[in-house]
């Protein structure tokens, strides 16, 4: 199976970057922007298209390949904000993320307010019912 990462850049020179573990994650938090009257398309956005598991010993870890090329092809960004799930894995991700990057860059962790990742937030917030008929 192949996964492929993808990117949304701004629309002008940002230095702010957003990343998600999933497209459907990337294009609810621009939804849940446009629903608070802000233009989600200001800042650069990158989707990993699925979360890593990073070694048992986080500084021996390297973040995300895809991150890491962004990082490169896009060497202004300085700031990173981490929009990862609401699980185990996403928050060990998150703090492997913020542990290998916090030197050179400024890192926020910004997780949704409620459900496990940001489509089930922007379901939420729009009181779409879950398959199952329960709301996290």
């Not at 202004?76 to 928050?91: F, K, M, P, S, V």
């Not at 949704?112 to 990742?117: A, F, L």
């Amino acid at each position: 199976m192949l996964v492929v990462s993808f990117s949304i850049p701004a629309r002008q020179e940002s230095r702010r970057l957003h990343l998600f573990e999933s497209a459907i994650d990337l294009f609810s938090y621009g939804t849940l922007e446009l629903l608070s009257g802000r233009d989600w398309r200001q800042e650069n956005c990158l989707s990993l298209a699925g979360i890593y598991k990073p070694k048992e010993i986080i500084e021996e870890s390297t973040p995300p390949a895809a991150l890491m090329q962004y990082l490169q092809d896009f060497p202004q960004i300085n700031e990173i904000a981490l929009h990862l799930d609401n699980d185990t894995a996403g928050r060990l991700a998150a703090k492997t993320i913020k542990t290998l990057l916090s030197r050179s860059h400024t890192i926020s962790d910004e997780p949704p307010k409620r459900g496990k990742d940001y489509n089930d937030y922007l379901k939420i917030v729009l009181e779409i019912r879950q398959p199952n008929g329960i709301e996290r």
